[in-house]
């Protein structure tokens, strides 16, 4: 078995006691929540902290709940499964509630937390992998090295966003709300990224994510998430699709987004979806959809096909991922006019 | 062979069976489902250190210097050893020993082991790693089969004349060519075959200590304890009556732990260096370094065949990347040839077998050894055959058959042969006849034969010494204990030879213990590898027993005053068959037989008969029994995504006789799930800097639970006439057709060819766009179909 390096483990009972330890220890401190993206990358040695702080014990980091205003307040360490299930997160934030579903397998979703999944670290072949492996490949730009290997003679890391919540959130403009000895910070999900595949966060040194905030989506809210990969479970997206469509008591498309992930650093939100996809109406959730809204989604299906770009940054046949955009941009909206998804192989 | 070698397939007590053939739970399962069985990596010694491996990150380089000093000095570190200290070879096969525990001189890929460290603990092992200096030379590295092919400077074993050649067999049989121009029909065509690995659950382990007075016991999750045995002695040259080699609970197998492994030289020489026990456990990472999976192969068949189907003329040219050393490989490139010869009969047959050396890690055999891949590529252009004549692919493997008692075109001995009834059973359970061709596009079904032996005649060291031996001790109390050196890798090995002793002596399964798999306690077994156990070791656990019985029968019979006829050993008890009213427990016969004989015991042997062609390499492959399989799939295909989706697969097999149905059925399965695996998902691929491309468990894709498709085990029993009451394997063989039939399934599905594996999303995508556009120049229009 690989061994994990030493560090010390806290396990403070209170935010106000995770922040100061986080703040005295500085850059070699670090966060654990459900430790399912931090333990394999502190065995590979990807981070060596000499403290890792477990947010486990800490009571307001938990539940899920409906606040006066409508909206969802999420603490960041529900669990995956929890998301997953829980009534209220179903029926307002759908796409959300399937993405998590679809996140690694079964074990790991009872371990892994939200707050993980949105903070997970950019992946890529060249960078997950042991201490040895990454010594024989001579490094990488993101960790210990300076060369690139995603495609010869780059220069840019490309390590691929690999959250299936994160596409999910943006299409429902989640608000992350921080903490820090700096003070409270809350920040609307879609300015969170960077397309920096080394850190693909504007996440500061010592800061906590507290809870996310889904402010209420309107009742004709239809949502979906689409997840391309090789296994029927455990495995990060090769490709993974966010659909939002809210339809108004007409049938009408209010507002409709896309966002997809795992191509390259971060999230992207496809902006053409609302302008094809508002005004027209999608026709019988049970049914035939209508013809004019398929042809709408065949036309974003064709836009999305030409704005993605897919590297072999994570392991799988990046021609094929790049095929599977328009299928799984279609299925997907599909499954959200029909008040269905999750889009699966299984 | 020796009379004692062949029992037929009745029962002991001429009637019924009353424990084989009744579906029984391992000896060992609550043990294992408890966690309370006992695997290498829990075994602590007091004072025991743990090693640790330094391995290459160069693929093909010299080594000028290694400097341990700084190792040596940090505290913790008991011993640290180089090639320098273990400069003996070794290899499972004599003639080409290439491997050190150790790299002397030169490293061969990434990840071949160059030193270790035993420290107190697991981390102070690694720290040391990081100290030593390795300084290296780099040589150009062969990735590509085709070019190790062709160039042979620089070698990668170098002194060889063959270059980078490690194997080359080239067998013709009857008049190939002359037959193929008068055919009616010829099919050639080229596929090909990844590299995929057996990946068992239990990583490499082994423990060692070595006593004052000069006694190495190694415990070593191994599937062959006596060539471990043999490995150490030399390497080591340390006599062989002062090593023990046992093999605890093994979690898992496939092949991947037939050769001796660096590890257990490593942990030996380092518990004589230190003079305390020494454990070492590989890595996930280290276990796809260690390797010696499947082969990957390219491969040519041309088939010739009449208008009705039967096959005239057989010609094969295979290219076979064996990666970094020999390992099994001189056997892989003949089986990749020999075992071809059925279940089909056809009167003329050649074929060209290359093995290459690639700076990579050593394939070797995995599950279905050297002949999954040929039969891949053959059963396929088999379909292509029925296309061709538009036969119904089914009939076409029933025109062909070899039938049984025959030998076949490569001077094969063929006793037993079930195939035909495998084809009956596959067709009938899939509803093959309504099926095939008749679902909506995207839905097909496929079928596909194959056969396998059940062990070989061809010990890996050429020696006339029975190949299994089994030793039967008998306590006062009831007991019997079967101390065999046949390796349990959990495939119930142990739990068969139980239920042999319980059939034969009568008593209950309760009252059978089984030591196996320990060089100081158990007589000599060749391990459990080319599916010989059941075969060979059930037999010689029958000698056993028939010579103990008659000791037991004629003790009773002796005090009963009554012909040894009359008494008969039943569960539990000893009658006397025309006098009910007569008996003894089974103890008590067992005390009597001890009054009569002294201390009773018995020993039990098995060798094969002369066997194979007469030729050179012609024994390589003869096996006493074959097994045979029959496949059907049934599989879709979402032709907007490519993704394959496997249904059902009914998988028929002839096993001989099932002597524990229960276990017979979990082998079909097992094999089936792997079969399936290797051709969708699996991928053991090192990229083009000479890495493993994924050497983890997330990245090599295993099928879970929900990837697997529905698994229907059938089960044909032909009774061979040597096998041990009929037996033949069920470990390997339903692997072999699996694969094929799937590609045959999608072509059914889909109508496009997967020839070249493994059959991702991507490639299915590709090949239904090639064929669009085919059928659209064919109707003269200009659309344009395939990848969206």
Known sequence: MLRAPKFELATPTSLGEAIALLAEAGPSGMVIAGGTDLMPNLKHELFTPSLVVSLARIPELHGIRRATDGSLVIGAMSSLESIAENALVREQAPALAQAASLIAGPQLRSMGTLGGNVLLDTRCQWYNQTYFWREALGFCLKKDGSKYHVVEGGAKCVAAASNDSAPALMTLDAELGFESAAGRRSVRIEEFWLADGIFNKRHAQGEILVELTIPKTPAGHRGAYGKLRERGSIDFPLLGVAARLDVDDQGTVSRADLVVTALAARPHRVTKAGELLVGTRPGDPQGELAAEFRARLAELARLAHKQCHPLENIPGDAAWRKAMVPVYVRRTFEAAARRAGPVHHL | ?788
């Open chain 2, 1 to 788: 062979m020796a009379a004692r070698d062949i029992h037929g397939p009745a029962p002991p007590w001429g009637d019924e069976f009353r424990v084989v053939g009744k579906p029984t739970r391992k000896l060992d399962g609550l043990a294992k489902a408890t966690g309370a069985a006992i695997y290498t990596d829990d075994i602590q010694l007091p004072g025991m250190l743990h090693a640790k491996t330094l391995r290459s990150t160069q693929a093909h380089a010299r080594i000028r210097s290694i400097d341990t000093r700084a190792a040596r000095a940090l505290k913790g570190v008991h011993g640290v050893i180089t090639g320098a200290d273990l400069p003996i070879r070794y290899g499972v096969i004599p003639w080409t020993q290439d491997e050190n525990a150790l790299a002397v001189d030169k490293v061969r890929f990434i990840g071949d082991p160059v030193a270790a460290v035993a420290a107190v603990d697991e981390d102070t092992a690694n720290a040391a790693l990081k100290l030593i200096r390795v300084e290296y030379e780099p040589l150009h590295a062969y990735f590509d089969p085709r070019e190790a092919a062709a160039r042979h400077d620089p070698a990668i074993h170098e002194g060889r004349k063959e270059g980078n050649v490690s194997k080359h067999v080239r067998l013709e049989f009857g008049p190939v060519d002359e037959l193929a121009a008068a055919a009616d029909v010829v099919l050639e065509d080229e596929y090909s075959f990844h590299g995929s690995t057996h990946a068992p659950i239990e990583p490499h382990c082994a423990v060692a200590t070595c006593s004052a007075d000069g006694l190495l016991t190694v415990w070593s999750a191994t599937q062959i304890t006596h060539y471990v045995h043999r490995a150490l002695a030399q390497v080591l040259e340390h006599p062989p009556q002062k090593i023990r080699v046992i093999q605890p609970c093994l979690g898992g197998a496939f092949g991947g732990k037939s050769d001796p492994f660096s590890l257990e030289f490593c942990v030996a020489k380092l518990a004589m260096l230190t003079g305390r026990p020494v454990k070492m456990l590989y890595t996930r990472e280290e276990v796809f370094y260690a390797h010696r999976g499947r082969h990957p192969m390219s491969l040519k068949y041309r088939t010739a065949a009449g208008r009705d189907g039967r096959i005239t003329s057989v010609d094969a040219k295979i290219l076979i990347d064996g990666g970094s050393y020999s390992s099994f490989g001189l056997v892989t490139t003949y089986y990749a040839g020999q075992l071809l010869t059925g279940p089909y009969d056809f009167p003329s047959y050649r074929f060209d077998s290359t093995r290459v050396f690639t700076n990579k890690p050593p394939c070797g055999p995995k599950r279905g050894h050297g002949s999954v891949q040929p039969r891949f590529a053959f059963e396929v252009q088999l379909d292509q055959l029925a296309e061709k004549l538009e036969l119904d692919p089914i009939e076409l493997r029933r025109r062909n058959f070899q039938g049984e008692r025959t030998r076949t075109v490569n001077g094969q001995r063929i006793t037993s042969n079930g195939f035909l009834a495998c084809l009956d059973q596959v067709e009938r359970a899939s509803g093959w006849k309504s099926k095939r061709g008749q679902m909506p596009f995207g839905r097909g079904v496929g079928v596909a034969g194959s056969m396998y032996i059940s062990g070989t005649n061809y010990p890996v060291y050429p020696n006339k010494m029975p190949q299994a031996g089994v030793q039967l001790k008998v306590d006062r109390s009831g007991l019997v204990t079967v101390f065999t050196g046949g390796n349990d890798i959990g495939q119930g090995s142990n739990s068969m030879c139980a239920m042999i002793v319980a059939e034969e002596l009568g008593v209950p399964l309760e009252h059978v213990r089984v030591v196996a798999a320990d060089t100081d306690l158990c007589p000599v077994d060749l391990g459990a590898y080319s599916s010989r156990v059941t075969f060979m070791v059930g037999n010689a656990t029958i000698d056993a027993c028939r010579k103990l019985r008659s000791q037991i029968v004629s003790a009773v019979a002796r005090v009963w005053q009554c012909a040894p006829e009359r008494v008969r050993l039943m569960p539990g008890v000893v009658i006397d068959l025309e006098d009910p009213a007569r008996s003894l427990s089974t103890a008590a016969a067992f005390q009597c037989a001890e009054e009569h004989f002294d201390t009773l015991g018995s020993t039990g042997s098995y060798n094969t008969p002369t066997l194979g062609g007469d030729y050179r390499g012609g024994t390589i492959g003869a096996s006493p029994a074959y097994s045979f399989t029959a496949h059907v799939v049934e599989a879709s295909v979402d032709t907007e995504t490519g993704r394959i989706t496997v249904h059902d697969v009914w998988c028929a097999h002839d096993c001989g006789r099932a002597l524990n149905p229960m276990l017979v059925a979990g082998q079909i399965e097992g094999s089936v799930y792997m079969g399936i695996a290797e051709a969708l998902l699996e991928e053991h691929r090192v990229n083009r800097l000479g890495l493993h491309a994924g050497p983890s468990l997330l990245d090599y894709r295993l099928p879970t639970s929900v990837d697997t498709p529905e698994l229907h085990a059938l089960i044909v029993e032909s009774l061979d006439p040597e096998g041990p009451y009929g037996a033949k394997e069920a470990g390997e063989g339903p692997l072999h057709s699996s694969i094929p039939a799937l590609s045959n399934a999608i072509f059914d599905a889909v109508g496009i060819r997967m020839k070249h594996l493994p059959f991702t999303p991507g490639r299915v995508l590709e090949l239904l766009g090639e064929k669009s556009e085919r059928e659209a120049r064919a109707r003269g229009g200009v659309e344009t179909g395939g990848r969206v």
